[in-house]
C-alpha cells in the first residue's frame, strides 16, 4: 500500500519561508512525476508544481521565482517545495502527489497559513 506523509507546513508571517517534504513508502520504484498541489478555502485543488524522473519542472504562474521543488534521487521518493516570499494568497492545504504510468496518489495534506 503506497502511502504519503507530508510535513513542515505551519504558519508564518508573508515573507517568510516554508519548507514542505513529501515521503512515500509503500512502492520501490520511482514515480514518473512528483507534484504539489494545493487547495484553499472555497477554491479547486490546483497543480503548485511538479518534476519529473528525469529532471523537469512545472511551476503555477502564481508562484514561479519563488517555490522551488525538488525531488530527493538518493531517496528516490521524496520531494520537496521550498517556498519564500510567502503571500496571504499562498494559503491553503498542500497535497504531495506521485504518479507512475497508471496510478497516481495523494498524501493527506498539510496546513500552510500566511498571516499579513
Known amino acids: 500500500q503506497v502511502q504519503l506523509v507530508e510535513s513542515g507546513g505551519g504558519l508564518v508571517q508573508a515573507g517568510g519561508s516554508l519548507r514542505l517534504s513529501c515521503a512515500a513508502s509503500?512502492?520501490?520504484?520511482?514515480?514518473?512525476?512528483m507534484g504539489w498541489y494545493r487547495q484553499a478555502p472555497g477554491k479547486q485543488r490546483e497543480l503548485v508544481a511538479r518534476?519529473?524522473?528525469?529532471?523537469?519542472?512545472?511551476y503555477a504562474d502564481a508562484v514561479k521565482g519563488r517555490f522551488s521543488i525538488s525531488r530527493d534521487n538518493a531517496q528516490k521518493n521524496m520531494v520537496y517545495l521550498q517556498m519564500h516570499s510567502l503571500k496571504s494568497e499562498d494559503t491553503a492545504v498542500y497535497y504531495c502527489?506521485?504518479?507512475?504510468?497508471?496510478?497516481?496518489?495523494w498524501g493527506q495534506g498539510t496546513q500552510v497559513t500566511v498571516e499579513s
Open positions: 509503500g512502492t520501490r520504484f520511482s514515480p514518473n512525476v
Open positions: 502527489n506521485i504518479k507512475f504510468v497508471a496510478t497516481e496518489y
Open positions: 518534476i519529473t524522473s528525469g529532471g523537469t519542472t512545472n
